[in-house]
C-alpha cells in the first residue's frame, strides 16, 4: 500500500486516522524512521523491536553462547574476576 503524505515546510508530517489506527498509533506513539538505499522505511516501535529481534535470530541461531548469561559469563571470564 502507498499512501502520499504530505511534509509541511517545518517538517510536520500527518498519517492517516485509518492507519494510524491499524498500527495501533491511535492516541499518538513513537515511530522510527529507517534511511535505507530503497528509501525511508516507517517502523512503529514494536515493528522495530520484532525487526531487531528477527536480525539477531540470524546471527545468533542454533549458538548456545548467544545469551546474555552467556555473555555476562565469558566476560567475567575474560577479566579473571
Known amino acids: 500500500m ?15 486516522a485509518d492507519l494510524r489506527k491499524r498500527l495501533g498509533l491511535s492516541e499518538g506513539g513513537a515511530v522510527f524512521l529507517e534511511e535505507t538505499e530503497d528509501g525511508i522505511v516507517l ?4 515493528q522495530a523491536v520484532a525487526h ?4 539477531a535470530r540470524r546471527f545468533t541461531e542454533g549458538n548456545a ?8 559469563a565469558n566476560r567475567v571470564a575474560e577479566s579473571g574476576e
Open 2 to 16: 502507498t499512501i502520499q503524505v504530505n511534509i509541511t515546510p517545518n517538517g510536520r508530517m500527518s498519517l492517516p
Open 43 to 46: 517502523r512503529t516501535a514494536a
Open 52 to 55: 531487531a529481534q528477527a536480525i
Open 65 to 72: 553462547d548467544a545469551t546474555v548469561d552467556a555473555f555476562l
